[in-house]
C-alpha cells in the first residue's frame, strides 16, 4: 500500500482514524493485530551449537581418530594428551566467536525510545513498541521516528534520513500528495521509522509498523542472506582433506607392510600412531586460532571489532571497497570552506563543527575578516538557531564559520522561522533585521550593497557578479547561502556562504595506499552526483560516475561488463548497491562493503567483507556486518587491509614452518621402520614436540612484524593454493631435518646406549633444528628478518628450556627419556646450525633462480 500518493484525508480514511487519535481501546486491538512496533532479530546460534562447531574439523578428526588408536593400544598417556589437546582448541575457538558476539551485543542501545501520541485526544507518551497502525504522532526537533508516516501537520519541518537514503543534506518536509512512481528519498509527505527530526514540528499517522516500514523491509533482505565461508576456511579445509588422506593411506601402508612382515600387531599399532602423529600438524588449528584471535585483539587497538574470527583474514583478499560517502569518507557534517563578499573569494580553513579555522584570501595569505567583513559575520551568527552543541547542520557550519571570524550571536527581538516556500529567515534585532536564505531570494530583496564596509546602491553588475559566483560555488557542489541585513526600509547584501560535507581526515592518503595496494575505491551514495564528484575529486577519487536512473536502466550482463569501470555511483537504492557488489563479484572481484545507515545493511550483508560504523549506525548494519569500525574512520579499513595481509602472511609462515618440521619426522620414522630399525621416537614424543615445543614458536610467528611491502602487492587471489611457494621450503627443511635426526638416531644406535637415551639424543637433535628452521621460516630472503621478533626470541628460549626440563627432571621417566651430559650437547647444537645454513643457502640459490 502507497500513502505518499494519497491526500490527508484520504490516509486518514485508509487507516481508520480521526482527529483526535485512536481510542485506548482501538489502540489495544490494533497491539493485538498487528503485533509490537519491533524489527525481529534474525535466529540466533546457541552456545552448544558455537561450542560443537569447533570439532567439525578435518584435522580434529585426524586427532580423533589417534585417540581411539592410542586408547585401543592402552596407552593411557597419549589419550590424555589428545584428549586435552581437542578440548583445548574446542574451548579455545568458542570463547573467541562468543566474545566476539557478546561485543557486538554491548553496541545496541539499552534504552527503550519513549513516543508522544495523541490517543482520546490527548497528547500521551508511550514507548515506541506500542505504537500501532492509525495512531497520530506529534513529533518535534530532536525526536526519532517510530515508524513509518504520512505527515498531516508540519512547521518548517525538515528530518535527517541519511540513515535511510544516505542524503547528508537535511529533507524538508510538506502534506502535498506525490505522484506514485516518486523515489523513497524524494518522498517529502511522509516520515520513515529510525530517520530523526532536526529542525520543525508536526503530527502525523502511523502508516505501517514493524517490519512493515521501510527499514523493516531491508531487515527481512538481511536475515534471508547467507554468509558464506571466507577463503581462509576453504583454504584450511582443503588442506585439512589433503593431509587426512595422506596421512590415512601412510598408516594403512605401514601397517599392511608390517603385518606382511610378521611384525606384531600391537607394534604396529603404537608405529601407525607415531606416523599419524609425526604427520599431522596437530597444532595449526588451535594455532590458526590464536593467531586470528591475536590479530583481533590488534584490530580492536586499531578501532576495528571483529565479528566472525576469521573474516578479518578475508581483509586480505580484499579487491574492491565499496563505500558509501556519508558518514564513512566524510564527517556528516557541513562545514563552510568559501564566502564571497565585497566581490571577492575568501577560503576558509578548519574542518567540522569547531571554531579551528582561519579566513585567508585568494593567494592563502591570512586575512583579519572583522576588518574586511565584520556585517557579515554578524548576520551569520546572529540570524542563527544553533549553538556550540546542537542545531540543523547547515546553521551550525555557517555559525563555525562566524565564530573562526570572532563573531558572536547578538540579542534579538524576535524572528520570521525558515519556510521551505519563503526560503529565508530573519532574526530582529535593535534598529535592524539580518536575512539569510536561499541566494537568489536575499539578492531579489536587496536594493542596496555592502562593500569594504561601505554601503551603497546595488548595480546590474554588482547582481552579475553575485550571480555568477553563486553558480561557480554551485558547480564546486557547495550549498550556498546568501546573507543580508535590513536598516530602516533598505535591504543590504552582504555576501554569500558555500559549505560542502568535508572529507574525514586521512581518507585521501588512504586512497593512495589502496592504489598501491591494488584495492579499488568506489563510492556508492544516495547524495546528488554533483556532491558526489565534488567530494570524489577532494580525496583524490577518480573515474566516470553513474547515477540511480542510468543503473535502473541498464541490465544485469551489461553492469557486469561496466561495472569496475566506474568509480562513482550517486542516488543509488539499497537494492542497486546489491546489484552493484554482485556485479562486481561476478567478475571474481573480493568485495568489502563500508557504511553506516540502514541503506547499507542489504550490500553489507551480501559482500564478503561487511563493514559497519559504530558512533553513527544502524543496529541492522552492525548486525549485517562482519566487522565493526569503532570510530567510523574509512583509514580503519584500510588499517584492517594490511592486518588482514599480515595474518594470513604469518599463517603461511608457521605452516611452513610446521610442516617442515614434521616432514623431518616423517621422514625419520618411515625410514627406520623400512631399515627395519625401531622407532626412533614414540608417540608421546613426537607429540611433545608438536605441541609443546613447536607451537610456541608457531605462536609467535603469528605476531611477526610486516614486511615493508605488505601494502604494495595486489591482494591474492581467492584461489590461491595455500601451499604456494612453500612446497620447496617444506621439503628441503624437512629432508634436511630427516638426515639429521636420521644420523644422530644410526650414531647414537651404533654406539650401543640404552634406548631411551638415543631417542633423548634423537629428540633433542629434532628440537635443535626446529628451533632454528623457525627462523628460516620467517622470510624467503636468505638470513632475512631474523631478530626482529621479540616474541619468537623469547619462545625459542622457552622450548628449549620446556626440553632441558623434560630431560633433567622426574618426566624423563614419563616420556621415557635419559639425562645427557652438558659436553653431549654440543654435537647436537652443531648439527642444529649445520642444518640452518643448509637452509639458507638453499634459500639462496632459490632467490638467484627467481631474480
Known amino acids: 500500500m502507497f500513502y505518499h500518493d494519497k491526500t490527508v484525508k484520504e490516509v486518514l480514511d485508509l487507516t481508520a482514524t480521526h482527529e483526535g487519535g485512536l481510542t485506548k481501546q482501538e489502540a489495544e486491538l490494533r497491539l493485538k493485530e498487528y503485533g509490537p512496533n519491533e524489527l525481529k532479530q534474525g535466529k540466533k546460534e546457541s552456545p552448544i551449537k558455537i561450542f560443537l562447531r569447533q570439532f567439525n574439523n578435518v584435522l580434529v578428526y585426524i586427532l580423533l581418530f589417534a585417540l581411539i588408536i592410542s586408547f585401543i593400544a592402552g596407552e593411557k598417556v597419549d589419550v590424555y594428551v589428545i584428549s586435552a589437546i581437542l578440548i583445548f582448541n574446542a574451548i579455545f575457538g568458542f570463547i573467541q566467536e562468543f566474545k566476539a558476539e557478546k561485543s557486538i551485543e554491548l553496541l545496541r542501545k539499552l534504552t527503550t525510545l519513549n513516543t508522544k501520541v495523541i490517543r482520546d485526544g490527548i497528547k500521551i507518551e508511550i514507548p515506541s513498541s506500542q505504537v500501532v497502525k492509525g495512531d497520530l504522532i506529534y513529533l518535534e526537533s530532536g525526536d526519532k521516528v517510530p515508524a513509518d508516516l504520512r505527515i498531516i ?64 523491509k531491508i531487515a527481512k533482505i538481511v536475515q534471508t542472506t547467507a554468509h558464506k565461508s571466507t577463503p581462509l576456511q576453504e583454504k584450511l579445509a582443503d588442506f585439512g582433506k589433503f593431509v587426512g588422506y595422506l596421512t590415512g593411506v601412510i598408516c594403512l601402508l605401514f601397517f599392511a607392510v608390517g603385518i606382511v612382515r610378521g611384525m606384531d600387531i600391537l607394534e604396529m599399532f603404537m608405529a601407525a600412531i607415531a606416523l599419524a602423529v609425526a604427520a599431522v600438524p596437530e597444532g595449526l588449528p588451535a594455532v590458526v586460532t590464536v593467531c586470528l584471535a591475536l590479530g583481533v585483539q590488534r584490530m580492536v587497538k586499531r578501532n576495528a571489532l571483529i565479528r566472525r574470527l576469521s573474516s578479518i583474514e578475508t581483509l586480505g583478499c580484499i579487491t574492491v571497497i565499496c563505500s558509501d560517502k556519508t558518514g564513512t569518507l566524510t564527517k556528516n557534517e557541513m562545514t563552510v570552506t568559501k564566502c564571497y563578499t565585497n566581490h571577492d573569494y575568501y577560503n576558509i580553513t578548519g574542518r567540522g563543527y569547531n571554531d579551528l579555522g582561519e579566513f585567508t584570501d585568494k593567494k592563502s595569505n591570512k586575512i583579519d575578516p572583522q576588518e574586511k567583513f565584520p556585517r557579515m559575520l554578524q548576520c551569520a551568527a546572529s540570524c542563527n538557531n544553533s549553538s556550540d552543541t546542537i542545531g540543523d547542520p547547515t546553521e551550525r557550519a555557517i555559525y563555525f564559520a562566524a565564530k573562526k571570524g570572532h563573531a558572536e550571536k547578538i540579542e534579538r527581538t524576535g524572528e520570521i522561522p525558515f519556510d521551505s516556500d519563503k526560503k529565508y529567515m530573519v532574526t530582529k534585532h535593535e534598529g535592524f533585521d539580518y536575512y539569510k536564505g536561499a541566494p537568489e531570494i536575499i539578492l531579489d530583496m536587496c536594493d542596496s550593497i555592502v562593500l569594504d564596509n561601505q554601503k551603497r546602491r546595488i548595480l546590474p553588475k554588482d547582481r552579475e557578479k553575485i550571480l555568477e559566483a553563486n553558480k561557480k560555488m554551485a558547480k564546486d557542489a557547495l550549498r550556498v547561502i546568501g546573507l543580508a541585513f535590513k536598516q530602516g526600509k533598505t535591504i543590504y547584501f552582504l555576501g554569500l556562504m558555500g559549505m560542502i560535507d568535508p572529507p574525514k581526515e586521512g581518507v585521501e592518503d588512504s586512497l593512495k595506499t589502496c592504489k598501491a595496494a591494488g584495492i579499488t575505491p568506489i563510492m556508492i551514495t544516495g547524495d546528488h552526483p554533483l556532491t558526489a564528484e565534488a567530494i570524489a575529486k577532494k580525496i583524490g577519487l577518480k573515474g566516470k560516475v553513474m547515477t540511480g536512473s542510468e543503473l535502473a536502466e541498464t541490465d544485469d550482463e551489461t553492469l557486469k561488463q561496466k561495472v569496475i569501470d566506474y568509480r562513482i555511483y550517486a542516488r543509488v537504492t539499497s537494492a542497486q548497491k546489491v546489484r552493484i557488489l554482485n556485479a562486481l563479484q561476478s567478475n571474481g572481484e573480493i568485495v568489502a562493503m563500508t557504511g553506516d545507515g540502514v541503506n547499507d545493511a542489504p550490500a553489507l550483508k551480501s559482500s564478503d567483507v561487511g563493514i559497519a560504523m559504530s558512533i553513527r549506525g544502524t543496529d541492522i548494519a552492525r548486525d549485517a556486518s562482519d566487522m565493526v569500525l569503532t570510530d567510523d574512520n574509512f583509514s580503519s579499513i584500510v588499517n584492517s587491509i594490511e592486518e588482514g595481509r599480515i595474518i594470513y ?52 610467528l603469528g605476531v611477526d612484524p610486516a614486511g615493508r611491502d605488505i601494502m604494495k602487492k595486489n591482494p591474492r587471489v581467492k584461489e590461491e593454493n595455500l601451499m604456494t611457494d612453500l612446497k620447496s621450503f617444506i621439503i628441503s627443511a624437512g629432508i634436511i631435518g630427516t638426515i639429521l635426526s636420521l644420523g644422530m638416531f644410526l650414531w647414537a644406535f651404533k654406539s650401543g646406549m640404552p634406548l631411551d637415551k638415543v631417542r633423548t639424543f634423537t629428540l633433542t637433535t629434532l628440537i635443535l633444528f626446529e628451533m632454528s628452521v623457525v627462523y628460516s621460516a620467517k622470510s624467503p630472503r636468505p638470513f632475512g628478518n631474523l631478530t626482529n621478533n621479540r616474541w619468537l626470541n623469547i619462545s625459542v628460549l622457552f622450548s628449549i628450556l620446556l626440553q632441558v626440563l623434560v630431560i633433567y627432571s622426574p618426566l624423563n621417566g614419563l616420556f621415557k627419556l635419559a639425562p645427557i651430559s652438558i659436553l653431549e650437547w654440543i654435537p647436537m647444537i652443531l648439527l642444529a646450525c649445520i642444518g640452518f645454513l643448509a637452509v639458507e643457502y638453499l634459500k639462496m640459490i632459490k632467490l638467484r633462480q627467481i631474480q
Not at 166 to 186: C, F, I, Q
Open 153 to 216: 501537520e508540519q512547521s518548517n519541518l525538515q528530518t535527517d534520513e541519511s540513515s535511510l537514503t544516505g542524503e547528508s543534506t537535511p529533507v524538508t518536509k510538506n502534506l502535498k500528495a506525490l505522484a506514485r512512481t516518486t523515489p523513497l528519498a524524494d518522498r517529502t509527505n511522509m516520515l520513515f521509522s529510525s530517520t530523526s527530526i532536526v529542525r520543525g514540528t508536526a503530527t502525523a499517522v502511523v502508516v505501517e509498523t514493524s517490519m512493515v516500514t521501510e527499514i523493516g
Open 649 to 700: 602472511d604469518n599463517i603461511k609462515k608457521f605452516i611452513k614452518y610446521l610442516l617442515s618440521s614434521n616432514m623431518a619426522e616423517v621422514g625419520l620414522i618411515v625410514i627406520s621402520l623400512l631399515a627395519g630399525l625401531p622407532l626412533p621416537l614414540l608417540p608421546l614424543q613426537i607429540l611433545w614436540i608438536n605441541l609443546m615445543t613447536d607451537s610456541w614458536p608457531a605462536l609467535a
